[in-house]
DNA sequence: TACTGTATAATTGTATACAATCGTACATTA
DNA sequence: TAATGTACGATTGTATACAATTATACAGTA
């Protein structure tokens, strides 16, 4: 059991619950529903083609997960997130990305940095050109390398839960990557994990997410 | 909905399936389940009195919760938790634990911090008596009051989750509290708090939790 | 008008019936 | 004997029926 997530990944992609679960979660985070929408078990099993009871186990789990929140004999709401909850978010993910950084000087495989040094560079290629898009997705990527990279499934689960709320809070600001100040972060901490500096690695994958909370203010989560 | 946990607590104690929920989950950190025991839903129905859907609801939550694992078409079993499991939880955990304590001396209150001081006082006494039963309670109360102190409902919950597994590890290692020395850490991180000073209360709270692992390692985990 | 009680509809909570899946035991075959 | 196929039982997955709860509208009353 060694090798085991202690918080299981909701993989079961062919029961009706993983896919309404999966559904769910990727409506929410997209935007599709409001904050505080009222989700309706038949309307949404309705609108999968399902019954009531994978719906609600679904439900449960988007519960925990943080996404929804329900109140007992009266429904499920599409949960807000505050100006605080994010800045604790951020400030939280600072540490952990520390930690993850550091761990991945001591853990991370020949093909993990690979990748990485590849994602560098493509995003500076995709940086010069304009292409957000891309930007944006190989920011994420970025970062679940280095998760991944950590060697600790306890830390890769935490992080890659709370990127689910990076994301949402990207797609309410629209705020897209920083651009090339962001690339020039990554790259640095990459140095630094291939180097083996686990000090340096921890220290500016900490920075890298704290210039990225006070972008995000900047980019008008403040106003909005 | 500012003030509201994005990460829900799991209240619903007068459901079936809360109730259900908390039984379990007392059940399984108290160790009355075997590792990689198999849980079969009518099983637990009838133990409790109820009818397979709310075992199943409360199954999904465990399951995100990490303390039973979800095999499709198969069953539940209990995790088990590995030595590596173990020291990752106690790392990310020590960062996160600094946090609490930085936040807590900007938003403790003061009902709070009389608490924290009792707290110590109380664990004092017990420690001299050698009430060891006491002073795992305090010890265990003393890191929740700082939870709520830190002011972020997030990283309250996060590190709640993180306790389970605390407890967990010390039932089956059957290490209590470390006595004296862990109460005179205590100590240092309250004063901290109440002097304002977040980086020595970082700082303080951080080794802590690592010297805990440490104690931890000592007591035998490494053998058992 | 303002307040209170009640009937009703909508929704969630739970139990149960049925379908699908998996493991095991046992028979069959080479 | 060893390998393979298959029938059966046990268990989970899903749908549906029924119970409990909640909110709302509306009538009655001061």
New interface residues.
């Given amino acids: 059991?060694?090798?085991?997530?202690?918080?299981?990944e909701?993989t079961?992609k062919?029961?009706l619950?993983g896919r309404v679960f999966s559904r769910l979660r990727e409506d929410i985070l997209s935007g599709k529903y409001e904050?505080?929408e009222e989700l309706r078990e038949v309307a949404i099993g309705e609108e999968l083609g399902v019954s009531r009871?994978p719906v609600?186990?679904a439900f449960?789990?988007l519960?925990?997960?943080?996404l929804i929140?329900?109140v007992?004999n009266k429904g499920a709401y599409v949960?807000?997130?505050?100006?605080?909850?994010v800045k604790?978010?951020y400030?939280?993910r600072s540490?952990?990305e520390?930690?993850a950084a550091r761990w991945a000087t001591e853990h991370i495989t020949d093909a993990q940095l690979e990748e990485m040094e590849e994602n560098v560079y493509l995003a500076k290629f995709h940086s010069e050109k304009g292409h957000y898009e891309q930007l944006a997705e190989l920011d994420n990527r970025f970062h679940e390398i280095m998760y991944e990279a950590s060697g600790?499934?306890?830390?890769e689960h935490?992080l890659k839960d709370f990127h689910q709320?990076v994301i949402r809070v990207r797609k309410k600001t629209l705020s897209s990557a920083r651009g090339p100040k962001s690339n020039l972060e990554h790259e640095g901490i990459m140095l630094a994990i291939k180097n083996r500096d686990g000090d340096l690695a921890e220290k500016l994958a900490h920075e890298h997410i704290l210039n990225a909370y006070e972008n995000l203010i900047k980019a008008g989560l403040a106003n909005g």
Same sequence: chains 1, 2.
């Fill in positions: 059991m060694s090798e085991k997530d202690l918080k299981q909701v079961d062919y029961s619950r904050e505080n009871t609600r186990e449960r789990q519960e925990l997960e943080g929140r329900i007992p949960t807000g997130i505050s100006e605080k909850d604790d978010i400030m939280i540490r952990l520390g930690l600790s499934k306890m830390l935490q709320y």
